[in-house]
């Protein structure tokens, strides 16, 4: 039996890398093959136990990154213990070291680090600046740990490997998938949807994303608030929770868009939502691929994105990026979203999502199991 580790994991369903790992999960349960798949968590909960259950995998618990001498003893003993072939760790900066370099020690042969992120999601300026200097420290020694690399993109790549690596042969991206079939755009859900949220005929601009920097909130109400003076019927859809939750809610009072803002709080029918939207907006700060941008094309939404987003996550011809975070580019945002105005028909992209290698069932998983398949 091969045994692979992979970390780290939340709960199988909190954010991006969670959705991906699960997909990878099943994907490999699909195969049939006597593989023994097990996770690094920093906390484990039943969530997370019910949702792999079904999967015969164990889960070991390990301290976080604010104690990493007891991180590394918990993750050298958990390999030492049960022998694995191999190791895979989905992180979000090189200072997220400590996985890797033990499956070193332990002498695992094959080490898979794969990069999710491309910036830093730290409100603090100074503290970021730190971070940042200390993950392009950890660049120099993180891709010496491994001996596979992977990212989301060529950009999240960049960020955790040097160039080296990521023009090289040991380098691969990995794209997340969607089940499309939920995504898929239908009037008559549209309309239902609508009805109950009682939208009426407003212009609703829709937004998925934690309430963290790197979703750059703050200018996204800038530019909604531009959008609204010019049609007071438009209407703002922030989906998600996060540590700026409170500040944002200030904000939007300040701006007098109470009335005009819908904060929908954390969802798990995000599908259903973006079928009542008219237009969507990302206008982040980073990010390492930004997976709701493909959920909204698949919905058939013009896409409005910030030109930190890899190019790459438009597949439809159907977006737009633009640049951020300055007062002069405002006006470029506002007059993009109003195209949506005039737009009468949702794009039909499930076929070109599924040619463009996005379906849930074509997760590549060829890098972490193609000896065994």
Same mark, same amino acid.
């Given at each position: 039996?091969?045994?692979?580790?992979?970390?780290?994991?939340?709960?199988?369903?909190?954010?991006?890398? #969670? =959705?991906? &790992?699960?997909?990878? &999960?099943? +994907?490999?349960?699909?195969?049939?093959?006597?593989?023994?798949?097990?996770?690094?968590?920093?906390?484990?909960?039943?969530?997370?136990?019910?949702?792999?259950?079904?999967?015969?995998?164990?889960?070991?618990?390990?301290? /976080?990154?604010?104690?990493?001498?007891?991180?590394?003893? +918990? /993750?050298?003993?958990?390999?030492?213990? !049960?022998?694995?072939?191999?190791?895979?760790?989905?992180?979000?900066?090189?200072?997220?070291?400590?996985?890797?370099?033990?499956?070193?020690?332990?002498? *695992?042969?094959?080490?898979?680090?794969?990069?999710?992120?491309?910036?830093?999601?730290?409100?603090?300026?100074?503290?970021?600046?730190? &971070?940042?200097?200390?993950?392009?420290?950890?660049?120099?020694?993180?891709?010496?740990?491994? /001996? #596979?690399?992977?990212?989301?993109?060529?950009?999240?790549?960049?960020?955790?490997?040097?160039?080296?690596?990521?023009?090289?042969?040991?380098?691969?991206?990995?794209?997340?998938?969607?089940?499309?079939?939920?995504?898929?755009?239908?009037?008559?859900?549209?309309?239902?949807?609508?009805?109950?949220?009682?939208?009426? #005929?407003?212009?609703?601009?829709?937004?998925?994303?934690?309430? /963290?920097?790197?979703?750059?909130?703050?200018?996204?109400?800038?530019? %909604?608030?531009?959008? =609204?003076?010019?049609?007071?019927?438009?209407?703002?859809?922030?989906?998600?929770?996060?540590?700026?939750?409170?500040?944002?809610?200030?904000?939007?009072?300040?701006?007098?868009?109470?009335?005009?803002?819908?904060?929908?709080?954390?969802?798990?029918?995000?599908?259903?939502?973006?079928?009542?939207?008219?237009? %969507?907006?990302?206008?982040?700060?980073?990010?390492?691929?930004?997976?709701?941008?493909?959920?909204?094309?698949?919905?058939?939404?013009?896409? *409005?994105?910030?030109?930190?987003?890899?190019?790459?996550?438009?597949?439809?011809? !159907?977006?737009?990026?633009?640049?951020?975070?300055?007062?002069?580019?405002?006006?470029?945002?506002?007059?993009?979203?109003?195209?949506?105005?005039?737009?009468?028909?949702?794009?039909?992209?499930?076929?070109?999502?599924?040619?463009?290698?996005?379906?849930?069932?074509?997760?590549?998983?060829?890098?972490? *199991?193609?000896?065994?398949?």
């Amino acid at each position: 039996m091969k045994r692979i580790l992979i970390g780290y994991i939340i709960d199988g369903k909190t954010g991006g890398i #969670d =959705h991906y &790992l699960m997909n990878v &999960l099943e +994907q490999i349960a699909l195969y049939g093959r006597d593989l023994q798949i097990d996770f690094l968590t920093n906390r484990i909960t039943p969530q997370l136990k019910n949702n792999i259950s079904g999967y015969k995998s164990n889960v070991y618990e390990v301290a /976080t990154l604010k104690h990493p001498i007891k991180q590394l003893k +918990q /993750t050298l003993h958990v390999i030492k213990k !049960n022998k694995y072939d191999i190791t895979y760790f989905n992180i979000s900066t090189a200072l997220n070291c400590i996985g890797a370099i033990s499956a070193k020690i332990c002498g *695992v042969r094959k080490r898979i680090i794969h990069s999710h992120a491309s910036g830093i999601d730290e409100e603090n300026k100074i503290y970021r600046a730190f &971070l940042n200097f200390f993950n392009a420290i950890g660049r120099v020694f993180l891709y010496r740990q491994g /001996t #596979d690399f992977c990212a989301c993109s060529v950009i999240a790549g960049r960020w955790i490997f040097p160039k080296k690596i990521v023009t090289g042969s040991d380098f691969k991206v990995i794209k997340n998938t969607v089940d499309i079939d939920k995504f898929v755009f239908s009037s008559s859900k549209r309309k239902i949807i609508r009805e109950k949220l009682a939208l009426g #005929d407003r212009f609703v601009i829709g937004h998925v994303g934690s309430f /963290t920097y790197s979703k750059n909130h703050d200018f996204l109400l800038k530019i %909604f608030k531009e959008v =609204h003076s010019i049609n007071p019927k438009a209407l703002l859809m922030l989906i998600g929770e996060g540590i700026l939750a409170d500040e944002i809610s200030r904000k939007i009072s300040r701006l007098n868009l109470d009335y005009s803002v819908m904060l929908m709080g954390k969802r798990n029918d995000v599908s259903d939502l973006m079928q009542a939207m008219d237009v %969507f907006v990302l206008p982040s700060n980073f990010e390492g691929f930004g997976i709701v941008g493909i959920e909204a094309q698949i919905s058939g939404l013009f896409c *409005v994105f910030s030109n930190r987003l890899p190019r790459e996550i438009d597949f439809t011809n !159907n977006c737009s990026f633009l640049e951020i975070n300055k007062d002069k580019y405002i006006s470029a945002w506002s007059k993009e979203i109003l195209k949506a105005e005039n737009i009468n028909r949702r794009l039909d992209t499930a076929e070109l999502a599924e040619k463009s290698g996005y379906g849930i069932k074509k997760q590549d998983i060829s890098f972490l *199991v193609k000896e065994e398949v």
